[in-house]
């Protein structure tokens, strides 16, 4: 067991690094660099050739790829992530100011969305080709084909320009929370209930449920205590994934919401 959770890490840290740097080399293969484009403050035109070249002797672009990798991952290591361009502060400072938010944003979502998700599949699934089930299918479908800000975007326009029932965005008092939570939620609602769904179909088509509904048990028993316990297992893989997904979402959502999270 030893050499086989050994092994894994060992795996992880090599896909880890391979990753690191296909992204490290495939960030240096775009047209131009962070300066290029960069405008003045006073007359809106590039920076001068000799200023940029400061620049990027002051961050270490102008080393060679080799040596700018094994000083980004001795940094990393370190727990620096370098400067922000855009801030003009430390990477790590702006984590540990804003990582918070984001917390609050996506921990608030999932403990609303994954009871809902999973309740909706349940229902579904002991109801299967009802009003319920189609509209459990209808959600699933809606989340899938439509991207998240166009969710977010769309809930501006309806509850903040039309109805004016919330405000646009923000992040400092509980009004402001509501609309991006929801459409947070709506991103975990859809794609948990269609995997709950498809987990308790076939665990309710399964030689041991129908021993117990023959002995006479109760629906709620045999499909909470028998069913809905094996098809927890396949639910609970899914969680992961999703948590990862989510918080590239999240990223969208605190951009269009102005919450000044991770994604800000």
Do not use: C
Request: glycine share 10%.
């Amino acid at each position: 067991m030893t050499r086989y959770i050994l092994g894994r890490i060992v795996g992880i840290l090599g896909v880890l690094l391979v990753v690191s740097i296909m992204i490290f080399l495939m960030i240096h293969t775009i047209p131009g660099g962070p300066f290029d484009n960069m405008p003045t403050t006073a007359e809106h035109r590039a920076i001068p050739e000799h200023i940029r070249q400061k620049l990027l002797a002051k961050y270490g672009l102008d080393q060679p790829l080799p040596v700018q990798y094994l000083r980004y991952m001795g940094n990393l290591l370190r727990g620096d992530f370098g400067i922000s361009f855009r801030y003009g502060e430390p990477v790590a400072d702006f984590i540990a100011r804003t990582w918070v938010v984001t917390a609050q944003l996506g921990l608030a979502a999932m403990a609303i969305g994954i009871p809902i998700g999973i309740a909706l599949g349940i229902l579904a699934a002991i109801r299967p080709n009802t009003w319920l089930d189609y509209l459990t299918s209808l959600l699933v479908v809606t989340t899938f084909v439509t991207p998240v800000f166009v969710i977010a975007i769309m809930g501006i326009i309806i509850f903040a320009v039309k109805l004016q029932w919330l405000p646009s965005g923000g992040w400092g008092e509980p009004r402001q929370w509501i609309m991006p939570t929801l459409v947070y939620v709506i991103g975990i609602v859809g794609g948990l209930a269609r995997y709950t769904r498809s987990s308790m179909v076939d665990a309710l088509q399964a030689e041991y449920v129908r021993t117990a509904r023959a002995k006479g048990l109760r629906e709620q028993v045999v499909v909470f205590r028998h069913a809905f316990k094996n098809a927890a297992l396949p639910i609970l893989t899914l969680l992961g994934p999703l948590v990862v997904n989510l918080l590239m979402g999240s990223f969208f959502i605190e951009t269009i919401f102005r919450i000044p999270g991770l994604g800000s």
